[in-house]
Structure formats: structure tokens, C-alpha cells
């Protein structure tokens, strides 16, 4: 059985708007790796039309090799589109799903394979409410912007979470390994 694992960025103040945190190569680095353990993504439609960016860092390459290397995962992993106005992408290894959230994702749970990631706030919310997060790694950015985007925001009832490991980087970001405890 697969896990369902909430992998996002976030600051101090636990905003997770894409404009906030602090990517670097270590970050970059961290990701690529990451993304090269999983079976799929899972995007929202807003998620999914940002990250059509790295498309372009394929066709021009940035001189950063762990831009490149991260864009080159994210053309590489399968991206499950969750959507009620896209009907089609033109991006090869995208596709719209086509059940229900929760149906789609219990679906992919009990499948054999590696693990599906989450990649847009709005599913982790759903998924989290739907209790079918097996995971979450949260990379926590040491910087306070005062607003914007909560990650966690119309959570339905309360949640204890184990911290099951944490990862420190050279900028000071760190990464918080949660798993949901089931009541």
C-alpha cells in the first residue's frame, strides 16, 4: 500500500503562498531527490498552472544546475490534475483525473509502487479533512512574512501529528517529518 505524503513549503508564520519562501540549491536539491522516490503528484488546477514554469526552464535552461535538475523531476514525475474547468494539458506527463478526489486517491493508496505526493494546499486541506494524509513534510523556511496564504486553514476538527524526523539545511530551513496520529 502507497503513501499519501503532503511534501510543502512554509514559513515561521505558516504562510505557503509560492512567493514566500526561500528556495536555494539545497532546496532544489532536496526535492529533485524527492520527487525521484514517488509514482505521482497530485495538483489543484491554480498549483498546476504555476508549476507549467519549469516547462520553461526545460526549453531555457537557467545556469543554476539544481534549477535545471528540479525542473527536469518535475517534467519526469506523473501529475494527476484535479480540475472542473481544465479538459485536457498539452504537458506529456499530466493528466486529468477523472473520479473524485477521495474516490482517485483511495484508489491510488491501495495500488502497489512508491509513494504520491500532494503538491497544492487546497488538496492537502481536503485530503487532511478526508483522513487520507499518511504524511507530511513540511520544509519550514526561517523567515516571518506577516500574510498570506495559510497552509492550514478550514481544517474541520483537530489533529495530533508524531514527529517522526527532522532535517536541517545550511540556510537554516528545516524539514519536518509529521505523520497524522488516527484517532
Known amino acids: 500500500m502507497r503513501k499519501i505524503i503532503a511534501a ?33 503528484i497530485l495538483y489543484g488546477r491554480i498549483t498546476f498552472e504555476l508549476m507549467e ?24 514525475i506523473p501529475k494527476i490534475v484535479f480540475s472542473r474547468t481544465i479538459e485536457n494539458t498539452e504537458w506529456e506527463s499530466a493528466t486529468i483525473a477523472k473520479r473524485d478526489l477521495r474516490n482517485e486517491v483511495i484508489e491510488l493508496k491501495q495500488q502497489s509502487g512508491n509513494d504520491i505526493f500532494i503538491g497544492s494546499r487546497s488538496l492537502i486541506i481536503q485530503l487532511l479533512n478526508l483522513n487520507l494524509i499518511d504524511e507530511f513534510q513540511l520544509c519550514i523556511f526561517p523567515v516571518v512574512v506577516g500574510n498570506g496564504l495559510p497552509l492550514f486553514d478550514n481544517i474541520k476538527e483537530r489533529i495530533t501529528f508524531k514527529l517522526n524526523k527532522t532535517k536541517t539545511l545550511k540556510k537554516g530551513a528545516v524539514i519536518l517529518y509529521y505523520q497524522p496520529i488516527k484517532g
Not at 504562510?15 to 525521484?36: A, R, V
Not at 519549469?54 to 539544481?66: A, M
Request: net charge negative.
Open 8 to 40: 510543502f513549503n512554509m514559513t515561521l508564520d505558516g504562510f505557503c503562498d509560492h512567493t514566500s519562501g526561500l528556495p536555494d540549491e539545497e532546496i532544489h536539491q532536496h526535492y529533485t531527490e524527492l520527487l525521484g522516490q514517488g509514482d505521482a
Open 53 to 76: 514554469f519549469w516547462r520553461t526552464v526545460l526549453k531555457n535552461p537557467s545556469e543554476d544546475k539544481s534549477i535545471n535538475e528540479f525542473a527536469t523531476a518535475i517534467d519526469k
